[in-house]
């Protein structure tokens, strides 16, 4: 792949606000969008086409931001054509459609890689060289939280057919840590809560139960507008702890412009360490390179099928085993 590749964006919502900047910056990039595509393109000097073949035609990469139930197809249609693929997460709405991404991938020697950015934020980085490296000793409890106002604005996210809920949008990035840092899940116990329909306040609470015998508590909150963007973690090991939130967090110092978000469904993000440029840079250099990137096409698979697993539990009340659920690895 060229040094400056033409980066193909799928897509103009609220996420593509933190990924616009980075994608100007390491390439040339067309942007095929329903809606929203003038107004990104005159902001950030990006080509636009008016359809998925032709933005398929002018690209060496293809970023898919668009909402869940999109991803299955966009992906297929960009994979069939032997063009790499970055996936917002959830990488597919079901795991069958995420296990068909995978396996088509690997069929055409093309890589696909989700973006899982939370891998990239830096305390998230550092507890996993801090597991990595043995200071934290056995794993014995991970806690995982994460607060959001309610995704306003795109009626689909409160449609759990076509988002996956709370569980599969929100909470996928504290399932996916908590899988990088202690290895596969066993089994799976979730409970949820959401008053009505049209409630803007939605909960969860995932417990996890890893081969490796540790436990996982993840706990997420959509909540009402004013609701302060927030996450964390506490893991505990046979050799100590290390912990994080957001809301104690000392920033550096520093006198940068600040970088865009939608008002509180978004992370703030600090000028000086962009997570999610950090995260592009990786996939294109292993595009370059072949190295192996800091989250592969299987983890965001198996993403799903843990989420898939939690969205039944909290439907039915009992435990899920995972290995008995969606297709197994």
Known sequence: MQERPRIGLVGAGGIVSLHAPNLVAFGDVTVFAHEGAGELAAQHGMDIVTSLDELIAVSDV??????????????????GAGIPVIA????????????????????AG?????????????????????VESGRLGELAVLRFSRSSAYPAGAEWYGAEELSGGIILDQMIHDLDQARWLAG???SVFAQATRRSQGDPVHAAHVLLRHTSGAISSCA?????????????????????????????ETELSFDLAPVATDGGHLPSLSAAVDPYALEVADF???????????????????AVRIAEAAVLSARTGQLVRVSETGVAR
Do not use: M, N
């Not at 597919?92 to 991404?101: H, I, K, M, P, V």
């Not at 072949?290 to 965001?300: F, I, L, M, Y």
């Open 284 to 302: 294109l250099r292993s595009l370059r390179t072949g190295s192996t990137p800091r989250v592969t096409a299987e983890d965001g698979h198996e």
């Open 62 to 79: 293809v970023l898919i931001a668009t909402p869940t139930h999109t991803h299955h197809e966009i992906a297929r249609r960009v994979l």
């Open 220 to 248: 997420g909150v959509w909540g009402p507008p004013h609701l302060e963007f927030t996450t964390g973690f506490s893991v505990a090991g046979s050799l100590g702890r290390l912990e994080y939130s957001s809301s104690r």
């Open 184 to 186: 596969e899940v066993e």
């Open 88 to 107: 917002e997460k959830p990488l597919a709405r079901t795991s069958a459609q995420s296990a068909e991404l995978v396996d088509l991938a690997r069929r």
């Open 110 to 130: 093309v890589p696909l890689f989700p973006a899982h950015v939370v891998r990239y934020f830096p305390a998230y980085a550092e507890l996993r060289r801090a």
